[in-house]
């Protein structure tokens, strides 16, 4: 076949075509359960829900947007530290700001990626650090 060989697909083409697919599956199943009509019946009913829909939608694309650029030019290991990390703060400011509780065992699970974290910033920064030293003793 005619293949480019040595083309490197660009982030967004991965996430453009890994959403057209799980549009075209949400698209077959929803048809296959017959909940096609039943959705579009609850919009003409909820006129306000198709406003929702779009910020969500909007919100959802420029999130994963983030994580497609992340991903391309990082490695996955640093998205997933972001990740993480963006949950967490997402936890603690829900329980600060709209006064949410956490159990002992939620607080420990906290704590565990919180530690987690910090011994990954430690790690890079101490790989770095000795990479620099291995530098000046060339």
């Not at 420029?62 to 391309?72: C, P, R």
Request: proline content about 3%; some cysteine; overall charge positive.
């Amino acid at each position: 076949g005619m293949e480019n060989v040595g083309v490197k697909p660009k982030p967004y083409d991965f996430m453009f075509w890994t959403n057209l697919y799980m549009m075209l599956v949400a698209i077959v199943v929803a048809f296959f359960l017959d909940e096609i009509s039943t959705g579009f019946a609850y919009c003409l009913l909820n006129p306000l829900i198709l406003r929702l829909i779009v910020k969500f939608s909007l919100c959802s694309a420029l999130g994963q947007s983030f994580i497609f650029y992340t991903v391309a030019h990082f490695d996955p290991l640093v998205c997933s530290t972001v990740t993480t990390t963006r949950k967490i703060f997402s936890v603690i400011l829900s329980i600060f700001i709209k006064g949410h509780q956490l159990s002992a065992q939620g607080w420990f699970g906290v704590m565990l990626a919180c530690g987690g974290i910090l011994s990954e910033i430690q790690s890079k920064f101490s790989k770095s650090k000795e990479f620099k030293i291995k530098q000046n003793n060339i």
